[in-house]
């Protein structure tokens, strides 16, 4: 019913910027939260950048003052600018968001697919 689609993955080399995108699907009556996690190999899946459900957004600590998430309510689409990247911000990047579909009352959490995000040294 719902679906979230990622884009803009790649390889780039450590300092240059990448742009990450995320379209929402479906059958969509309200998007609550919307962001941006991330899962590196060895450890756990972790955020780096959301909008809450009030639109005020968060940042992991190490995304702050390098990253900027953006959203347009209007296309359901979240974008994620990465600047000054790290081989630190090598990792599978996921769209994530807690969405009302249409005919319910509750929001439920969904995924997208992940994009892989490579940055060399």
């Known amino acids: 019913q719902v679906q979230l689609v990622e884009s803009g993955g790649g390889l780039v080399q450590a300092g240059g910027s990448l742009r990450l995108s995320c379209a929402a699907s479906?059958?969509?009556?309200?998007?609550?939260?919307m962001g941006w996690y991330r899962h590196a190999p060895g450890k756990q899946r972790e955020l780096v950048a959301t909008f809450t459900s009030v639109g005020r957004t968060n940042y992991a600590d190490s995304a702050k003052g390098r990253f900027t998430i953006s959203r347009d309510n209007a296309k359901n689409t979240v974008d994620l600018q990465m600047n000054s990247v790290k081989p630190e911000d090598t990792a599978v990047y996921y769209c994530?968001?807690?969405?009302?579909?249409?005919?319910?009352?509750?929001?439920?959490?969904?995924w997208g697919q992940g994009t892989q995000v490579t940055v060399s040294s």
């Open positions: 994530n968001a807690r969405i009302i579909v249409s005919g319910s009352v509750y929001a439920t959490e969904h």
């Open positions: 479906g059958s969509i009556f309200r998007i609550d939260a």
